[in-house]
Structures are given as structure tokens and as C-alpha cells.
């Protein structure tokens, strides 16, 4: 059991872990910039660490700082929410380094799972279906045009290190898969720092459903499945579970 655990994110998230670490009897601390210096989070919190930065949304996002924080309030752990720090594994190693735990995922496999072609290409040898595309990243627009031929089309394009539904473009046509192919490219590059695309079989009318899963570094529970597919602007609006029959979740 933790003793002291600091809280690496802000507002509705940082009070619902804030409630959850006080019904465990765990000491909270919270960080916060000069807007969030009176939410409700930070005020209930047993410590507070202002990180000063012009931003507003900085001051959760600087590695070393947050680090620096957890040291100097003698955190045995943090939580990062979602969002934010939650899914990079620069900040999950840099905790390590100091000995103090990351309640989230090991380094290596945010790695892994950050990098969809990597993520894609462990799926495949670990025998879980997965759409017909490339095998790995997608550059020169000619050998691409070529492999979207082999795969048919529609296809769609996707960024490597991508997220939220920034950086994939559908393409319907071999006419206009150049132009789709640079527009990726380019929202990849200037959203993500990576230009690294690939390509996949566009699947009509298919169904984002979701499976929650728990560990504790020696075991693991699935939460069952959530329906995602009301979305706007590939972010989930609306989620409901239970959602499918019981012999399609237990095949799943």
C-alpha cells in the first residue's frame, strides 16, 4: 500500500482519484498552476506543489518538474489520470529512475502501444486478427500507391504515433491517394513530431467496442466491455456497456 501519492493531472480527474486514494487512507498531493490554484482538488489535498508556467495546461505537462515535485513531497507514487503524461513512457521511466512507482503501464509497453505499426506488428505474432495493410511505414507515394492497390480500397491512413483521430484520412480512390498521403504525412508531422504513417483496409461500418482492463503487476481483470461508437470528430461522445450477447464476449 502507498503511503503518499501525487496526483499528475487537474479538475473532475484529480478529485476522483483524490476520493478514491482518501477512502484507501492514502496521503494526496496535488499539482497546479496559477488557474487551478483555488479548484477544489488542490484545495482538498493534503499538499500542493505550484508549477509556475505561462501555459495553463504546462504545468502538468513538464516531466522533470512533476518529478521534481513527487521527490521533494516524498511521494512513494503518482497517478497520472488520463491525459496529459498518462500514456508517455519518457515519464513513467523517469519515475522509475527515482524509485518512485507509476500507477499505469511499464514504460516498455507504452512504448509499444504508442507506436501503432509496433503495436500492430505485435498483435500479428501474437495471433490477434487484425485489418489487412502494410507491414510497417508508408514513405515513398509510388510503393504506397502500390501496396493500397494490393490491400483494395477504400483504405485508410493512419499516423504511427497518432491519437484522438488526429493524423488518419480515409482514401476512396487511387486518384486521390497522393494528395491524402501528404495531408497525413504532414498533420503526423506537425501534431506528433512523426511522419511515420501506414496503411490499413477501411472497414465500413464497423463497431468501436472497448474492453477495460486492471492490473497490479501480477494480475489482471477485464471490466468488461463499453460501446464507443457515438462519436464526433473520432472522440467518443456517448459509451455504454454492457453492450454484446454473452457468447460474442466470451469469444472476444
Excluded at 9 to 18: D, F, M
Amino acid at each position: 500500500m502507498f503511503r503518499r501519492v501525487l496526483i499528475a493531472n487537474r479538475g473532475e480527474i484529480a478529485l476522483r482519484i483524490l476520493r478514491s486514494l482518501r477512502a484507501m487512507g492514502i496521503e494526496v498531493v496535488a499539482i497546479h498552476g496559477k488557474e487551478d490554484r483555488l479548484s477544489l482538488p488542490v484545495r482538498l489535498a493534503d499538499e500542493a506543489v505550484y508549477i509556475p508556467r505561462s501555459d495553463p495546461l504546462a504545468s502538468y505537462l513538464d516531466i522533470e518538474a512533476i518529478v521534481s515535485a513527487a521527490k521533494e513531497v516524498g511521494a512513494d507514487a503518482v497517478h497520472p489520470g488520463y491525459g496529459f503524461l498518462a500514456e508517455n513512457p519518457i515519464f513513467a521511466e523517469r519515475l522509475e529512475e527515482e524509485g518512485i512507482t507509476f500507477i499505469g503501464p511499464s514504460p516498455d509497453v507504452l512504448r509499444l502501444l504508442g507506436d501503432k505499426i509496433a503495436a500492430r506488428d505485435a498483435m500479428v505474432k501474437s495471433g490477434i486478427p487484425v485489418a489487412r495493410g502494410s507491414d510497417g511505414p508508408v514513405s515513398d507515394p509510388e510503393e504506397a500507391s502500390i501496396q493500397a492497390a494490393e490491400i483494395g480500397y477504400p483504405v485508410i491512413i493512419k499516423a504511427s504515433a497518432g491519437g484522438g483521430g488526429i493524423g488518419m484520412q480515409v482514401v476512396e480512390s487511387p486518384e486521390d491517394f497522393d494528395k491524402a498521403l501528404r495531408i497525413c504525412q504532414g498533420r503526423a508531422k506537425s501534431a506528433f513530431g512523426d511522419d511515420r504513417v501506414f496503411l490499413e483496409k477501411f472497414i465500413q461500418g464497423a463497431q468501436h467496442i472497448e474492453f477495460q482492463v486492471i492490473g497490479d503487476g501480477d494480475r489482471a481483470i477485464h471490466l468488461g466491455e463499453r460501446f464507443c461508437s457515438i462519436q464526433r470528430r473520432h472522440q467518443k461522445i456517448l459509451e455504454e456497456g454492457p453492450w454484446l450477447s454473452e457468447e460474442v464476449r466470451s469469444d472476444l
